[in-house]
T-cell receptor, first 109, second 116 residues
Framework: RKEVEQDPGPFNVPEGATVAFNCTYSNSASQSFFWYRQDCRKEPKLLMSVYSSGNEDGRFTAQLNRASQYISLLIRDSKLSDSATYLCVVTTGANNLFFGTGTRLTVIP | DTAVSQTPKYLVTQMGNDKSIKCEQN?????MYWYKQDSKKFLKIMFS???????INETVPNRFSPKSPDKAHLNLHINSLELGDSAVYFC???????????????FGNGTRLTVT
């Protein structure tokens, strides 16, 4: 079983829509959680960390559900510039960091 | 002013050759990494290097060897290149070991290696 699993998509949504991605992780001892964004042919960049109480950054909201072992990313009022692949990242301790394969989002005009 | 820079951006070479990819970070981070992203976009860690301690992913062939002349540099040398080595290789750095207190990664812009 993979450490981190994501629905690869693609998710095609119209501008202004709300879209949510989930990511499940297998290790209940996982400690830190992140969402990264990767544009086509570019490097991954940190989008936001995911805190136990949930956190928001503008149109982006991240949630953690330890009981069900998943994290989520909600994007409100989607923009064309949100089109990218969103990578879920989970750590289980020092130097044990695992990437999901990513969920591809395309926002359509 | 690029935080993590790697060269070259593109590398096309023939099977059996030896090649190197260079990486430098100016963030003052303690840890550097090499990641491989295959055609299915899966990012997999190859090496991490922290305070002269090298941690190797056991699945990485020993044809791959990281070399760190100092804390700001971690180069990747590849011997006897094979077709399956074709991928995008990302260098990254973090303040502490990734996962330790949630220290996020800063990536270089990648080296697209094509082995023919």
């Amino acid at each position: 079983r993979k450490e981190v699993e994501q629905d690869p998509g693609p998710f095609n949504v119209p501008e202004g829509a709300t879209v949510a991605f989930n990511c499940t992780y297998s290790n209940s001892a996982s400690q830190s959680f992140f969402w990264y964004r990767q544009d086509c042919r570019k490097e991954p960049k940190l989008l936001m960390s995911v805190y136990s109480s949930g956190n928001e950054d503008g149109r982006f909201t991240a949630q953690l559900n330890r009981a069900s072992q998943y994290i989520s990313l909600l994007i409100r009022d989607s923009k064309l510039s949100d089109s990218a692949t969103y990578l879920c990242v989970v750590t289980t301790g020092a130097n044990n960091l695992f990437f999901g394969t990513g969920t591809r989002l395309t926002v359509i005009p | 002013d690029t935080a993590v820079s790697q060269t070259p951006k593109y590398l096309v070479t023939q099977m059996g050759n030896d090649k190197s990819i260079k990486c430098e970070q100016n963030l003052g981070h303690d840890t550097m990494y090499w990641y491989k992203q295959d055609s299915k976009k899966f990012l997999k860690i190859m090496f991490s290097y922290n305070n002269k301690e090298l941690i190797i992913n056991e699945t990485v062939p020993n044809r791959f060897s990281p070399k760190s002349p100092d804390k700001a540099h971690l180069n990747l040398h590849i011997n006897s290149l094979e077709l399956g080595d074709s991928a995008v290789y990302f260098c990254a750095s973090s303040q502490e070991l990734s996962g330790h207190r949630g220290s996020p990664l800063h990536f270089g812009n990648g080296t697209r290696l094509t082995v023919t």
